[in-house]
C-alpha cells in the first residue's frame, strides 16, 4: 500500500492545475502514479483537490479578511497552501482544526516553503478563532454572490442573472459547486443493468438505476476493490445527460451513422450498443490522439462497425459524399460551463470572447456536418454548455441559414417520463438542480427535408 501524503498529492494537483493543466486528467494520472493507495487517502486527495477548485471564491473571500496584503500578492503556491487549509477549516468537518493547521504548516516546510509558515499558521489560526464574523455576501445581491462566493468571472455571472434570472441563476451556481454523481452507463452488449447491479452488491458497491437512461446506474458508495467487469467491459463512465443524446439521435439497425466530434467515445459505442452492433459508424475528431481513445474505448466494449478518421469538421470533409449518411451526431466542442462540477477550473478559464469564438466553430462544423445528411435524415446538436450563444444562437443561425432543414421537436420521440427535460421548444435542457442530479446539456434535432 502506497504510503503518499494525500495533502502533498492535493498540493502538487493544484499547483499544475494552476499552471493551466485540466483538474480531473491531473488527478488521474496522480493517483495512478501513487500506485496502491488507501482508498481513504484517495478519496481524501478527491476531495481536496475538488473541493478547492469549487469553492476557490468562498476560501479567497474569507482568506481576505485575514491576509495582510491582496491575495494577487501572494506568492501561487503558498496561496495554494491557505487555500487547502482554509478549505479543511471551513468545510470538512471531519478534519480536527488544530491538525489542519498543523498539515498545512507542515506541507510549506516538505515544500521548501518554510519562510512562509508563520504567515500561513497566523492566517490559518485567525480562521479559526474569527470564522463566525465573517460577513459572507447575500445571495439576494446574485452578480455579487456569484462572483465573490462562487468565482464566477463578473461576465458569466452578469450573464448568468440576465438569462436565468437572479434566483434560478444563484441556484444554478450553488448546484455546480456541488460533487457530481459517479454514474455509468450499462454496456447492454455485455451484460443486463440488473445483472450489473446484482454484481455491485455483491462486491460490496451501493448503487441505484438512474432516473431517465435506461442503462444508466449511479454509485452512491464504493467497496475497497475495484468496479465488476472492468476488464470484461461491463461499464463506461458517463453522465446520464449524456447518455440520453444515443437515445435521441435514434440510430436503427443497418443505419449509416457519423459520430462528428467523437472522442472520448462514450456516445459513439452507446450508438452502437442501441443500434446492436448492426449500425455503421464512422467516428471523427480532430486529435489523433483522441481518435485512439474511441478505438480503444470500442474494443473494450465489444462495438463492431466503428470506423475512425482524424479530422477537423470545421473545414469540409472532401473525402465523403453529400448526403450519405442517415444520422449525423454534432456533440460540438464548447464552453463546457455545464460541467462545471467535474472541470470547475473552467469557469475563470473562459472569457464572453471564447463563448462568441466558440459559437463561431459550433456554426462552422454543424453547416458541415449538415451537407452530409441524407434527405429526410436526422442532425443532432448537443453541448454541455448552458450559455444562450452557444445553445439557442447557433439554432437560429443554422435554421436561418440552411432552409433545407426544419428543427424537430423531440418530445415526440421520447418516453413520457422524459417530457419534464424539455422545453416550450422541444429542445432537450438538463439541469443538475432539478434532474438526477445530470449535468447540464443542451440538444436539438434538424431534419433534412425530402424533395
Not at 507542515?106 to 463566525?132: D, K, V
Not at 449535468?439 to 434535432?445: I, P, Q, V, Y
Request: charged share 25%; aromatic share 8%.
Amino acid at each position: 500500500m502506497s504510503t503518499a501524503n494525500p495533502r502533498q498529492l492535493a498540493f502538487s494537483i493544484l499547483c499544475r492545475v494552476d499552471e493551466g493543466a485540466y483538474a480531473d486528467l491531473t488527478l488521474d494520472a496522480e493517483l495512478a502514479r501513487a500506485g496502491r493507495i488507501d482508498p481513504r487517502d484517495r478519496g481524501l486527495v478527491t476531495e481536496l483537490v475538488y473541493g478547492v477548485l469549487r469553492q476557490r471564491g468562498r476560501l479567497d473571500f474569507a482568506l481576505t479578511k485575514f491576509c495582510s496584503k491582496p491575495l494577487a500578492k501572494v506568492e501561487p503556491r503558498v496561496l495554494t497552501l491557505l487555500r487547502l487549509g482554509a478549505y479543511q477549516l471551513l468545510m470538512l468537518d471531519r478534519v480536527p482544526a488544530p491538525a489542519a493547521v498543523h498539515e498545512t504548516v507542515e506541507l510549506a516546510r516538505q515544500e521548501n516553503l518554510e519562510r512562509a509558515t508563520g504567515f500561513i499558521n497566523g492566517i490559518l489560526r485567525s480562521i479559526i478563532r474569527q470564522q463566525q464574523e465573517i460577513a459572507w455576501p447575500d445571495p439576494a445581491d446574485a452578480v455579487p454572490y456569484l462572483e465573490k462566493l462562487m468565482a464566477f468571472p463578473h461576465w458569466l455571472a452578469k450573464s448568468w442573472v440576465r438569462q436565468f434570472g437572479a434566483q434560478e441563476a444563484v441556484v444554478i451556481g450553488e448546484a455546480l459547486l456541488q460533487p457530481a454523481p459517479f454514474t455509468v452507463r450499462v454496456n447492454t452488449l455485455k451484460i443486463s443493468r440488473e445483472a450489473f447491479l446484482e454484481a455491485l452488491a455483491q462486491n460490496g458497491f451501493e448503487a441505484r438505476p438512474t432516473a431517465y437512461a435506461p442503462e444508466g446506474v449511479v454509485i452512491t458508495a464504493r467497496s475497497g476493490g475495484p468496479i465488476p467487469g472492468d476488464a470484461e467491459g461491463w461499464y463506461q463512465v458517463q453522465d446520464e445527460a449524456s447518455m440520453l443524446i444515443a437515445h435521441l439521435l435514434g440510430a436503427r439497425p443497418q443505419e449509416r451513422i457519423l459520430d462528428a466530434c467523437s472522442a472520448p467515445g462514450g456516445k459513439t459505442t452507446h450508438v452502437c450498443a442501441l443500434g446492436e452492433n448492426a449500425v455503421a459508424v464512422l467516428a471523427l475528431d480532430l486529435h489523433p490522439q483522441r481518435v485512439r481513445l474511441v478505438e480503444s474505448g470500442a474494443r473494450r466494449l465489444g462495438c463492431l462497425g466503428i470506423e475512425t478518421r482524424a479530422w477537423d469538421l470545421t473545414r469540409v470533409p472532401d473525402f465523403l459524399s453529400p448526403q450519405s449518411f442517415d444520422r449525423v451526431l454534432v456533440d460540438a466542442p464548447c464552453s463546457g460551463l455545464g460541467v462545471l462540477r467535474r472541470n470547475p477550473e473552467i469557469r475563470w478559464r473562459r472569457t464572453a470572447k471564447d463563448v462568441a469564438l466558440m459559437a463561431e466553430q459550433q456554426r462552422f462544423i454543424l453547416a458541415n456536418a449538415a451537407a452530409l445528411v441524407k434527405p429526410g435524415g436526422r442532425l443532432l446538436y448537443s453541448l454541455c454548455t448552458l450559455t444562450a450563444e452557444e445553445t439557442a444562437g447557433v439554432v437560429q443561425a443554422f435554421l436561418a441559414a440552411h432552409p433545407e432543414f426544419e428543427q424537430e421537436d423531440l418530445r415526440g420521440a421520447a418516453p413520457a417520463h422524459w417530457q419534464e427535460l424539455f422545453a416550450d421548444d422541444g429542445c432537450l435542457h438538463t439541469w443538475p438542480h432539478r434532474h438526477d442530479g445530470m449535468d447540464a446539456f443542451f440538444a436539438t434535432a434538424f431534419r433534412r427535408l425530402k424533395g
